[in-house]
């Protein structure tokens, strides 16, 4: 889930719609409900604007559960945050949140003021940071967005639209279908060939490991190179015996 691309309403609802597409796209695991187009389930059949909803909250459950609790390095809540707001989302009384965490009620009204003061704090910042990046007459020197798994976010991650587009120039023989030349040791060229080759993968899917080796080696031809940093980076996770890999 990239949050650069997502507005607060789609982050809430837990899916988004691409104009491009035409189509409903589920924010956890990316899967598209195209309009026009009938989903069954049960023994019923939606639209693709309720066939989303309908997915988001039988596959995924609650999406402030995942929004709590979901790995983000965006969300910095405390253990003991994120439980306070799941029982203020559930409605229960400050005295019963009180006593089920045992602190004081009074406690728990402050740390109410708290999380209001603190949105309100994001609000202007959010305000002051987007009129900023509307000056910008150009996207060359907008900064790539970070994918939201990343495993370490450091200055390795700070590569402009331009730079970006000169690596995948430099870097792949052909970008359509994809080819890469070589795997280079600079860290910013490993994440932008690294994002790019993970575009190819499906979210959602689980592969095994033969045939994620068969569709990195169509790119390039040292796939258990690929495949290790592909996980090192926070692209994919798999299980332990390394029988299933999938996109985080």
Not at 120 to 137: D, T
Request: overall charge neutral; hydrophobic content about 35%.
């Amino acid at each position: 889930m990239e949050i650069e691309k997502l507005t607060v309403e789609e982050l809430k609802n837990g899916y988004r719609y691409n104009k491009d597409t035409d189509s409903y796209i589920c924010n956890t695991c990316r899967k598209a409900f195209e309009v026009g187009e009938i989903y069954s389930f049960g023994d019923r059949l939606f639209e693709a604007f309720r066939g989303v909803k309908i997915h988001v909250e039988s596959d995924h459950g609650d999406n402030l559960k995942q929004l709590l609790y979901g790995e983000s390095k965006y969300n910095t809540l405390t253990d003991n945050h994120k439980e306070l707001m799941s029982l203020m989302y559930s409605n229960v009384s400050d005295k019963d949140i009180a006593k089920t965490l045992g602190i004081s009620p009074s406690t728990v009204r402050h740390q109410r003021f708290m999380f209001r003061e603190k949105a309100k704090q994001a609000k202007m910042y959010l305000a002051i940071y987007e009129q900023v990046m509307e000056m910008k007459s150009t996207t060359d020197e907008m900064i790539v967005p970070v994918h939201s798994t990343a495993t370490m976010v450091d200055e390795r991650y700070i590569i402009t639209e331009k730079e970006k587009e000169k690596i995948l120039t430099t870097e792949f023989e052909s970008l359509s279908p994809l080819k890469l030349k070589r795997f280079p040791g600079k860290e910013k060229r490993k994440v932008v060939i690294l994002t790019k080759i993970a575009e190819q993968l499906e979210h959602g899917k689980r592969y095994t490991e033969k045939e994620l080796n068969q569709i990195i080696a169509e790119i390039y031809e040292d796939y258990a190179l690929i495949r290790r940093y592909l996980i090192e980076y926070g692209f994919m996770d798999r299980t332990i015996d390394g029988k299933a890999y999938w996109m985080k």
